[in-house]
Structures are given as C-alpha cells and as structure tokens.
C-alpha cells in the first residue's frame, strides 16, 4: 500500500474516534483545570502541560514542511503562516501568560494531547506540503480560501480575546474563578472555545481536504462537550450568573 492509501484510511479512523471521543467526553470530562479530580494519576502546572502538549504539532509541521520540495509555494506559505500563529501563541506565549502555577493538568491528559497532536500535525502538514494537489497561487484568491482565511482570523481574535479575558480575572496569587463580562461572554460562556472553532472550520475551508475536515471535527469534538460542562458548571456555581447567556452558539446553546 502506497502512503496516500494509507493517509486516507488514517483520516477515516481519525473521524471516528473523533465521534467515539465526543460521545465519551460527555460522559466523561477531561480531568484538567477546574474539573481536575483526584484518580487520574499525577498532575503537572498548566503551563507545563501546555507546553509539552502544544510544542509537539509546531514541530511536526514545521518538520514537514522542511521535507517537502513546495518550499516556495505562496500557498504552503501563507498556510504555515496561519498554523505558526495559532501554534507559536499556544505553546510558546499563552502558557506563559497563565497566572496559577497550581498543578491543575493530568499528565494522563497532556499525553494524549501531544499524541493527538503529533497525529493531527502529520494529517495536516503531510498532505498540504506533499501528499495532496500542489495549491496554485491563485488558490489565495479562491472564494473558499477568502472566506476561510476571513473565518479563521476572526476566530482567531475572539479566541484570543477571550482567553485574556479569562487570565485578567485573577490577579497576584489568585487561584479561584470569578464571572467574565464583555466581548464574547455577553453572549456565550465560552467564546475561547467558539474562537478555537471557528480557527479550525475556516482552516478546513481555506485547505479544503479531508486531513483539515478532520481537525475541525476533533476541535468539536473535544470542545462541545467541554462547553456545555462549563455553562452548567457556572449556573451551579454562580446564583448571579447571566441567565440570557449561552453556552457556545449565541441565542442558540
Ligand atoms: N483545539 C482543541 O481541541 C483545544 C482543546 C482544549 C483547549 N483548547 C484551547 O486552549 C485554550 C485554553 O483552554 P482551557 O480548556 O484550558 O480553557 P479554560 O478552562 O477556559 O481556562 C483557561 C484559563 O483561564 C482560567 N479560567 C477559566 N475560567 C476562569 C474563571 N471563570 N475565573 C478565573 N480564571 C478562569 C483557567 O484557570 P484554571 O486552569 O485554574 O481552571 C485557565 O488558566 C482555549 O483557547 C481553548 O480554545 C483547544
């Protein structure tokens, strides 16, 4: 079997664990942060476990990218550009921003988030730098490329935004939660995770292969489950808690 066979069938498994993983996690929450539990085996800071998850899908790519011979294609170009800036902030910035330094992170959890991550890496990077079609230049002015470069930066800010929202809401030594008010959290209470959303479907656009489907539908399925936990998690917590507000989707879940 040639590897193009083989990536394709890699894809169709990826789905479907996605879809097995999205009916476990709402059952089962991932044990970090403020669903950290005891009996998931040791944990790790936060920033920790961002880095050695996320470290590992930047080097991937760039590794692939380093392989392939379409060096200089504007399109491959312009595509590592949008994944360095997701990936540089999320590995190298982001966790250096975070202000607990608690262990709130299940190394159960950080290793599979980099093995999730090293096998998303190679179904992204291997297919746009080698295995697929060769982009031409003019894919850049193609609609589904316009519009999923627009659907990923804007995804990309509210994600951002909003996930510095979150890390201004403590202060000094402050480990507690509080209520978020403005930008995306007028209207949902997890815009950071409708932001990472957002990023992956207008990443899916703009590649249009399965390889890019496929991450997106991972993000879904890892976040949705998450979101709607959050939401609930937040009504039991707070008495004053927003009532318009959702959990995701604004005016819908
Ligand atoms: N692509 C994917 O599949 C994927 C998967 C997971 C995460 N992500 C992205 O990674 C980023 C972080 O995700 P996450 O699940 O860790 O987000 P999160 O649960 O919202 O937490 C983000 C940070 O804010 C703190 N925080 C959260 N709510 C708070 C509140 N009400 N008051 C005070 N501090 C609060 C958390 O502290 P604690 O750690 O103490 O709770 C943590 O440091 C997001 O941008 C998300 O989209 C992507």
């Known amino acids: ?63 692939l990218y380093g392989l392939s011979d379409r ?4 399109a491959s170009l312009v595509l590592l550009a949008f994944w360095a800036a997701h990936y540089v902030h999320r590995s190298l910035v982001y966790p250096f921003r975070l202000r607990s330094s608690r262990p709130t992170i299940t190394v159960a959890v950080v290793a599979m988030g980099a093995a999730f991550n090293v096998g998303n890496g190679y179904l992204n990077g291997r297919y746009l730098f080698s295995l697929g079609p060769e982009l031409p230049a003019s894919w850049l002015l193609d609609p589904r490329f316009v519009a999923g470069a627009l659907l990923f930066w804007g995804g990309y800010l509210l994600n951002q935004h909003s996930d510095h929202v979150l890390i201004g809401l403590r202060s000094g030594g402050e480990t507690g939660y509080k209520i978020p008010y403005g930008g995306g959290y007028r209207f949902v209470s997890c815009p950071n995770y409708l932001g990472e959303m957002m990023e992956w479907g207008g990443w899916a656009l703009a590649c249009w292969n399965l390889g890019a489907l496929a991450f997106l539908v991972w993000t879904v399925a890892n976040l949705a489950p998450r979101a709607l936990k959050t939401h609930r998690w937040y009504r039991d917590t707070f008495p ?8 995701l989707l604004p005016f819908i879940v």
């Open 1 to 63: 079997m040639n590897e193009i066979t083989v990536y394709h069938w890699l894809v169709i498994a990826w789905m479907a664990l996605a879809a097995v993983t999205f009916v476990a996690l709402l059952f089962v929450t991932a044990p970090y942060g403020r669903f950290t539990r005891s009996g998931w085996g040791p944990r790790i800071s936060a920033r920790w476990g961002w880095i050695l998850m996320e470290t590992p899908v930047l080097a991937t790519f760039l590794v």
């Open 71 to 74: 060096k200089s294609n504007p």
């Open 240 to 247: 004053d808690y927003p009532r318009e507000r959702k959990a």
